[in-house]
């Protein structure tokens, strides 16, 4: 099974920066895709950003502009730089995995807290 390890939450004020990590088990090139989610309380689980194994990136609307994510394959992980940061933004972010066929399977890390307050 493919461990992800999530780090670099905290709490910053509105307009402040965070970067966070996802560390994989395997090598990132093994992997389909690789996504950052989250979730805030009340709320459904939402992807912010992903970038596929050829490189495709996207990101939500909501935090286009605002997010980067990107790739150390040496390190076999993902970052997600997430600048201008606001309220909204509060939430668990999680790292996410899927594997290529056939299995497809998603695995998910545990997850790092944002907290945006002032």
């Known amino acids: 099974q493919v461990q992800l390890w999530e780090s670099g939450g905290g709490s910053v004020q509105p307009g402040g920066s965070l970067r966070l990590s996802c560390r994989a088990s395997t090598s990132i090139f093994s992997l389909n895709t690789i996504d950052w989610y989250r979730q805030a309380p009340g709320k459904q689980r939402d992807m912010v950003a992903t970038v596929t194994i050829d490189g495709i990136i996207r990101y939500a609307d909501s935090v286009n502009g605002r997010f980067t994510i990107s790739r150390d394959s040496a390190k076999n992980t993902v970052y997600l730089q997430m600048n201008s940061l606001n309220p909204e933004d509060t939430a668990v972010y999680l790292c996410?995995?899927?594997?290529?066929?056939?299995?497809?399977?998603?695995?998910w890390g545990q997850g790092t807290q944002v907290t945006v307050s002032s």
């Open positions: 996410s995995a899927l594997t290529m066929a056939p299995d497809s399977r998603r695995h």
